[in-house]
């Protein structure tokens, strides 16, 4: 297959996460682009070498196509009349940049569970008194992305 | 997962001391937004294939994240 053809692919997962908040299935995949089901796989695998995306270990299953989870998280994202899961504090507010979409956020302090609402509205982020702590330094991001 | 938000600068000594772990970067939420505007604002399109190194430090310098924690 050629790169085009996968980053077409790539394109087709990311617009379904922002119209359904869910990644598409392989099969839904294979269907879309007229591959068989080991063609559709097989590029799933390339944009996961790629860093395009991360699926779930031994699956083909998309765990995260940054900003977006393929599984529910303590970050939620509610943009466009629908509920987004986001895979950390940085990719919560990556939905509504990705979407150029106005957004209400529902998170929670790491440390003691309290509630955090942040509004995305008009290009501008509101939010009292929080911060954001990146853990692991960039040269480590890509050792292990769900740790990071 | 350990991109997180806290309440407040308290709250994340308390975590970090739970975590027997060492700070690393503190970013206020405008910061944050000004990077996710950066980073996702084309991840959608067609044209998006994926950045460089030099394009990712790039970014961060625009925003002036230019500690060790941010380079290779």
């Given amino acids: 297959m050629n790169g085009d053809k996968v980053w077409e692919i790539r394109t087709f997962i990311y617009q379904h996460f922002a119209e359904t908040t869910c990644p598409p299935h392989v099969d839904e995949v294979a269907s879309r682009f007229s591959l068989s089901h080991d063609e559709a796989v097989s590029a799933y695998r390339e944009l996961h070498q790629r860093h395009a995306l991360y699926l779930k270990p031994n699956t083909h299953e998309i765990l995260m196509a940054n900003p977006f989870s393929g599984v529910p998280t303590p970050f939620q994202v509610h943009a466009n009349d629908r509920t987004y899961f986001a895979n950390c504090a940085w990719d919560a507010l990556g939905i509504p940049a990705a979407l150029h979409t106005d957004a209400e956020i529902e998170a929670a302090c790491a440390q003691n569970g309290e509630l955090i609402r942040l509004r995305v509205s008009n290009r501008k982020v509101q939010g009292s008194e929080v911060l954001v702590h990146f853990l692991v330094p960039f040269r480590d991001w890509y050792n292990d992305l769900t740790y990071t | ?72």
């Fill in chain 2, 1 to 72: 997962m350990n991109m997180q938000f806290f309440r407040s600068e308290e709250a994340l000594s308390e975590w970090l001391g739970s975590q027997d772990a060492t700070r690393g970067a503190v970013l206020s939420l405008s910061t944050l937004w000004d990077l996710s505007q950066r980073w996702y604002h084309n991840r959608l399109s067609l044209d998006y294939y994926g950045r460089t190194l030099e394009q990712v430090q790039q970014i961060f310098k625009e925003i002036k994240l230019t500690s060790s924690f941010w380079t290779m």
